[in-house]
Structure formats: C-alpha cells, structure tokens
C-alpha cells in the first residue's frame, strides 16, 4: 500500500479530498467539481485547487469541459473494456516479471490478504474487500522487477475506481475472492504462467460484471435520443 505522505502540499489536500468525493460516490460520473466548493471544505484558497484539478484531469477522473469546468470522467463500455483488457495485459506480464522474486515474506502477506478477504466477504464488508483488493494487487505487481507495471496499473485501476469498483458490483465480491484464491495458489506451485492467465481471466470477468451493472443502472435515453 502507498503511505500517506508525512507532509502535504494544499494541492495534494484538495487532490484527495477531490478523490475521496468520487470514491465515496458523493461525486458520480458527470458531476461538476467547483474549486468553490472545495474552497469552502477545506478553507483553503482556490489557487491550489486548480492546481489539483489540473493534475486530476491528467490522470483521468476528471474531464475539464469549455465553459463548464471541471466534471467527474465518464467512460462507456467500450472505454472501460479497453481499461480492463490493458489491466490483464500489463497485470500479466507484472506477474511473469514478478512471481520468481517472491520470498517466502511476501506470500506470507498475500496469504493473509487472502484470509482477511475472507472475512470481509463472509461479512459483505464491500469496503473493506475494496481496500483488500487493492492491497491484493500491489503485493502481486509492486515489485523492483515490475516498477512500470505497477505505475501504469495504479493508474488504470483509478479510472475504473471512478465507478465505484466493488459497490457497483457487490455480487462480484465471492467470485472475485475466488480468483484470487486460484492466483494465490498457482504462485504458491510457482506456475507463473498459469498464474499470468489467471490474471487475465480475473480482469476480463470484472470488465464484464461492470460494464453490464452500468447497462443494467444507466437510465434508457429518451425517445429520439442516441
């Protein structure tokens, strides 16, 4: 897991507080950003709410759109199914990289990632698992053999993150574990090939189970509309 830093710029206070707004849903794909309104939250100046915004935009969770400003990015499916095949593609190659350094340090934490997960799947604790999930990934890709891997993929998990991950897709939670388990144990045999292909298939069955609760929760255009 990345630490919080010891010191933060207002910039990068306005950067979280702006990404806690879209992660807890309070901001949803479409929704406007104001430096206003984060001005006032956290009684700092708009200068380096911009700023924030700015490198927010870079990322991707926001869009700055001409004459209305900054809104919370929205992809359709054939976006997200981009994101996800680009997630198995480089998640994959991460693991090839990765898996023959593992010590007996790291499985040890990816067991226990395991063993918690379970907890909070028999608990339906969506943000909990959330949080496990993450933290399940980076022990697999955040390794001195997979650096790039893991940057690109830190990145593409926060565009889909936008969506709200998991509490979009709660019935995803038991199935997802399930994978997990499946990726652990061919780590443990030293599969890594097997692993690798594993990896792809979990992306590609969360691509799925996303793009289809979308379809299922966006509203139907009106008549004439396309």
Not at 46 to 60: S, V
């Amino acid at each position: 897991m990345t630490p919080t830093p010891l010191y933060m710029t207002k910039s990068d206070l306005a950067r979280r507080h702006i990404q806690g707004m879209i992660l807890s849903g309070q901001a949803r794909p479409g929704a406007r950003i104001t430096t206003r309104e984060v001005s006032e939250a956290l009684g700092i100046s708009e200068t380096p709410i911009r700023e924030a915004i700015r490198a927010l935009a870079a990322d991707g969770w926001v869009e700055l759109q001409s004459h209305v400003g900054a809104v919370v990015a929205h992809f359709g499916g054939e976006q997200i199914t981009e994101i996800y095949a680009l997630r198995s593609l480089i998640g994959a190659l991460a693991m090839e990289l990765s898996g023959p350094t593992y010590d007996e340090a790291r499985l040890a934490k990816i067991d226990a990632n395991i063993e918690a997960s379970k907890a909070a799947v028999a608990e339906r604790d969506v943000q909990t698992y959330m949080r496990l999930n993450n933290e399940f990934h980076t022990l697999l890709c955040d390794t001195p053999a997979s650096q790039w891997c893991y940057k690109i993929l830190t990145s593409l998990r926060s565009q889909t993150a936008i969506h709200q991950g998991f509490a979009a897709v709660p019935q995803r939670l038991a199935e997802s574990l399930a994978e997990h388990c499946g990726i652990r144990d061919a780590v443990r045999a030293r599969d890594f090939a097997k692993a690798a292909e594993l990896i792809r298939a979990h992306e590609h069955a969360a691509g799925v189970a996303l793009i289809n609760e979308l379809a299922v929760s966006r509203p139907a255009a009106p008549s004439g509309e396309r």
